[in-house]
């Protein structure tokens, strides 16, 4: 069973047409509630209070080390949040290790490859890598090629 083509174009026309009628009434509505949020002030605190870096600053404040911290930060005179700066020390000390690594290894492992070949030069001309004998006695009885059972 086909069906023609301006029933097709036509079907396809409406679907669409009540699409994108679903989506402006979708954008109506969250602008709609987000106005009547925006009246209330009691709402905005209590998202501020229920966020996650606020949950986080509350459990740190209440360590040893959080309260170290937030007093330097108050000393300091800046107004950021302990979790903020955590967090904010922890990607940043995260960011050098992966840049010091990507960047920096290829001159590190030259380095490296330099100095073993430096003391490998200098231990062979010296001597301290030969033995006194050249010849090598097992610790087994003559006759027991493969030591005790």
């Not at 949020?37 to 404040?61: G, M, V």
């Not at 070949?117 to 200098?122: A, I």
Request: glycine letters at 8%; charged letters at 20%; one cysteine or more.
């Amino acid at each position: 069973m086909a069906l023609p083509w301006p029933v097709i174009v036509v079907t396809l026309a409406v679907t669409l047409a009540a699409a994108v009628v679903a989506v402006h009434e979708q954008a109506a509505a969250w602008e709609q509630r987000r106005r009547f949020a925006a009246r209330s002030a009691l709402d905005e605190a209590e998202r501020r209070a229920n966020s996650l870096t606020a949950r986080l600053d509350a459990r740190l404040r209440r360590t040893d080390l959080g309260r170290a911290i937030g007093r330097r930060i108050a000393a300091a005179g800046l107004r950021v949040r302990v979790s903020t700066f955590l967090l904010l020390m922890l990607l940043s000390g995260s960011a050098a290790v992966f840049l010091i690594g990507r960047y920096l290894a290829p001159v590190f492992g030259v380095a490296a490859a330099v100095g073993i070949g430096y003391v490998s030069v200098r231990t062979r001309s010296s001597g301290a890598c030969r033995t006194t004998s050249t010849s090598w006695r097992s610790p087994w009885p003559p006759g027991s090629a493969s030591g005790p059972h």
